[in-house]
């Protein structure tokens, strides 16, 4: 309980500080209708293999766009030193871990909420029936992206180009749940049901689990090394 707790407090403290800066959020936001904009007047895709192309468009944009949300997760934390003082505090980095997490999974879904209706009418799609199976597929993907990316970005925290270091260390170990998310989006999308899409759902969990517990055990050491 005591870990739900902190991390509850640092998630609230992350929220009301991007409550007052909203730089995260319409960044992403802005850079995630830009892309849109762009696969749309880049790619003319014929209706019978939007199903099999859109899942990949998608997810090209929310990855590029959490990226953007990664490179900033830490920021209020190098300012003025908070880190170390959080660090020297008893606070445990498992809590830590968790709210930075949570913090960036709800941007995400914020910003997929507008950008995958958007998605929906520029490539003209009408399965809008499919809309709640795939918004499950992409939560538990952008929730694996979080995980991993948070560990990332605490890792390349200190380097010296940590912006350009994060995506390179990041994209390759991103590739489980990226084609596990891609295929279970284009399964739902072809057969019309996610029964079909289970091994990938199960990869996806399993991603999900591994991970969030690797990172409740060794963020403690990835932030103070």
Do not use: Y
Not at 93 to 115: D, P
Not at 173 to 189: D, F, G, S, W, Y
Not at 191 to 197: E, P, Q, V
């Amino acid at each position: 309980m005591t870990l739900i707790k902190q991390s509850l407090l640092l998630l609230g403290k992350d929220l009301r500080l991007e409550l007052r800066r909203r730089d995260s959020v319409m960044t992403m936001f802005f850079f995630g209708t830009l892309l849109l904009f762009v696969f749309h007047f880049a790619f003319d895709l014929p209706p019978d293999k939007v199903a099999e192309m859109a899942p990949g468009l998608l997810w090209l944009a929310f990855l590029f766009t959490g990226t953007l949300g990664l490179a900033q997760l830490f920021q209020a934390e190098r300012e003025n030193h908070c880190l170390d003082a959080l660090l020297l505090s008893p606070l445990d980095c498992g809590a830590l871990f968790l709210a930075k997490t949570a913090f960036n999974l709800l941007l995400m879904i914020l910003v997929e909420i507008v950008v995958i209706p958007l998605f929906w009418i520029l490539f003209n799609l009408s399965a809008w029936n499919l809309l709640p199976q795939l918004i499950l597929v992409t939560i538990l993907g952008t929730l694996g992206f979080c995980i991993l990316g948070t560990i990332m970005a605490a890792i390349t925290l200190r380097a010296r180009a940590r912006e350009l270091l994060l995506p390179l260390v990041l994209f390759p170990l991103m590739i489980p749940v990226i084609l596990a998310t891609i295929r279970c989006m284009e399964t739902v999308m072809t057969t019309g049901a996610i029964d079909d899409a289970m091994p990938w759902m199960r990869l996806l969990i399993g991603f999900d689990v591994i991970f969030l517990t690797i990172g409740i055990l060794i963020f403690d050491w990835v932030i103070e090394s």
